[in-house]
């Protein structure tokens, strides 16, 4: 088994591959504290609640965009005993053309995202994650990797008001199901937090689509997807295990 782990700022995801087949996908919270032997213990714990033997599992793929926690989980698996592990980093093979004035400074994250959509084949395509940040990654018709905007999450977004803002409160982010006309303050920032979202995705994406010159394929990932998607004009595809697919994918790239 080939194990997938995408370290995000806020979740690290792990997905146990078998034959081109996803058997888990398991997140547990990025503690930039932890210790390798802490983490070393959580994925023991991760393994066991999915039923796989460390034994059976050949090697690692781990992509990390927070920069202190790739060693960590690096040490964590080897002292489990997986020893053949790759770091998403630059000596890495995706196959992706990052046409940036900066191809290094695209999170590994991003560049995962992006080789599992242009596996998928509909290009051009926007990559939208809605996770501790919103991002867009855009491919064009050849699959290069031609553009990116870069936004807080959601959530973040939420607690920087009650963090900024002395009267407005800490709310938890939910669906509105009673539409658009907030009538209350903590409304008024889920409407704002979620619908603003929404609408943010369908105004990006039809400004890509004119510098485009056609109609980009819309693939939306992050955990905050499915209550954004809810509200979303453009048809779109969501792919919860876009990351880890990615990272499966260039581990096969590399490895085979
Ligand atoms: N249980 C799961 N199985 C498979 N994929 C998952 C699971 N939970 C979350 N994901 C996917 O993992 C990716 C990252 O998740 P999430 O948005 O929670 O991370 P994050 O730490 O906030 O990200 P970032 O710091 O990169 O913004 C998303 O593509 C999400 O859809
Ligand atoms: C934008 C985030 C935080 C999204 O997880 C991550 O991809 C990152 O830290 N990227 C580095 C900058 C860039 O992607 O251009």
Same mark, same amino acid.
């Given at each position: 088994m080939l194990i997938a782990v995408n370290a995000g700022n806020s979740h690290v995801l792990l997905g146990g591959y078998e034959e081109d087949e996803q058997l888990f996908a398991a997140?547990?919270?990025?503690e930039p504290k932890w210790t390798r032997d802490d983490y070393a213990c959580k994925l023991q714990q991760v393994f066991g609640l999915y039923s796989v033997p460390v034994g059976r599992i050949r090697g690692a793929v781990?992509?990390?965009?927070?920069?202190?926690?790739?060693?960590?989980?690096?040490?964590?698996l080897r002292l489990l005993g997986v020893t053949d592990v790759i770091e998403v980093s630059s000596g890495v093979k995706t196959g992706l053309n990052i046409r940036?004035?900066?191809?290094?400074?695209?999170?590994?994250?991003?560049?995962?995202?992006a080789v599992a959509a242009r596996a998928k084949g509909k290009l051009p395509c926007v990559v939208v994650c809605l996770g501790t940040a919103t991002t867009f990654t855009v491919l064009?018709?050849?699959?290069?990797?031609?553009?990116? =905007? %870069?936004? /807080?999450?959601?959530?973040?977004? @939420?607690?920087?008001?009650?963090?900024? *803002?002395?009267?407005?409160? $800490? &709310? =938890? %982010?939910? /669906?509105?199901?009673?539409?658009? @006309?907030?009538?209350?303050?903590?409304? *008024?920032?889920?409407?704002? $937090? &979620?619908?603003?979202? /929404?609408?943010?995705?369908?105004?990006?994406?039809?400004?890509?689509?004119?510098?485009?010159?056609?109609?980009?394929?819309?693939?939306?990932?992050?955990?905050?997807?499915?209550?954004?998607?809810?509200?979303?004009r453009?048809?779109?595809?969501?792919?919860?295990?876009?990351?880890?697919?990615?990272?499966?994918?260039?581990?096969?790239?590399?490895?085979?």
């Open positions: 997140s547990i919270a990025t781990v992509s990390s965009v927070v920069p202190s926690m790739v060693t960590v989980l690096e040490d964590a940036s004035e900066q191809p290094r400074q695209v999170g590994s994250d991003r560049v995962a995202s064009d018709q050849s699959g290069a990797l031609v553009g990116s =905007a %870069i936004t /807080a999450g959601v959530r973040l977004s @939420l607690s920087a008001l009650r963090e900024q *803002a002395a009267q407005l409160p $800490a &709310v =938890a %982010i939910e /669906a509105r199901d009673e539409g658009i @006309l907030a009538r209350n303050t903590a409304d *008024a920032m889920r409407v704002g $937090a &979620v619908y603003g979202a /929404a609408a943010m995705v369908d105004g990006m994406v039809g400004r890509f689509a004119e510098t485009l010159g056609q109609t980009p394929h819309v693939v939306v990932t992050g955990d905050i997807a499915p209550l954004v998607t809810r509200y979303m453009v048809p779109f595809e969501y792919d919860q295990s876009l990351v880890l697919d990615g990272l499966h994918l260039i581990w096969k790239r590399n490895r085979s």
